[in-house]
T-cell receptor
């Protein structure tokens, strides 16, 4: 099975930087995704890493270390609208098809 | 902008009744997923299709759940009979290439309440 861990909740201040960590243990690793999910809404894609290193996209960056089974999502210049759940998802190659498995999500609250 | 369409958005049903959810993926997307998300948890994969074929349904409770994608386009997920523990958000997602080798786009989901 897949084991994906991330903190349940985090709180950060508007304008600050926050780092959300994700660790995973899986076989057949084939990429890691971060999704944002506002309450009652569908998850929306934020970032994708398959090779080690940092991917930057505006205020959001994501890092991956395959050898350590570790990723983080970095959010800069936090805004109130960034209050949401952030889901770490691991893509796993199984029997010729890629499946996408999610962690439990980290609920981020941005305070003024 | 292309979207994954799901209906209904909300469904209340009594336990032991049958319920069905519909999903229309983004046009041309070969891979379709059904996920179940319990409040406060991450999505749990139920079934994955490539075109009209099931490639993974290992987490689908087959005694009560069924899924089909007959023409490789839209899909239906059915629960019969529904149980109280089935109350959750049911999310459909699609990705462009076979094998799910691109990001998945999610629909708005169907929130099911079993009473």
């Amino acid at each position: 099975g897949q084991n994906i861990d991330q903190p349940t909740e985090m709180t950060a201040t508007e304008g600050a930087i926050v780092q959300i960590n994700c660790t995973y243990q899986t076989s057949g690793f084939n990429g890691l995704f971060w999704y944002q999910q506002h309450a009652g809404e569908a998850p929306t894609f934020l970032s994708y890493n398959v090779l080690d290193g940092l991917e930057e996209k505006g205020r959001f960056s994501s890092f991956l270390s395959r050898s350590k089974g570790y990723s983080y999502l970095l959010l800069k210049e936090l805004q109130m609208k960034d209050s949401a759940s952030y889901l770490c998802a691991v893509r796993v190659l199984q029997t010729g098809a890629n499946n996408l498995f999610f962690g439990t999500g980290t609920r981020l609250t941005v305070i003024p | 902008e292309a979207e994954v369409a799901q209906s209904p958005r909300y469904k209340i049903t009594e336990k032991s009744q049958a319920v069905a959810f519909w999903c229309d993926p983004i046009s041309g997307h070969a891979t379709l997923y059904w996920y179940r998300q319990i409040l406060g948890q991450g999505p749990e994969l139920l079934v994955q299709f490539q075109d009209e074929s099931v490639v993974d349904d290992s987490q689908l409770p087959k005694d009560r759940f069924s899924a089909e994608r007959l023409k490789g386009v839209d899909s239906t997920l059915k629960i019969q009979p529904a149980e109280l523990g089935d109350s959750a958000m049911y999310l459909c997602a699609s990705s462009l290439y076979r094998g799910g080798n691109t990001e998945a786009f999610f629909g708005q989901g169907t929130r099911l309440t079993v009473v």
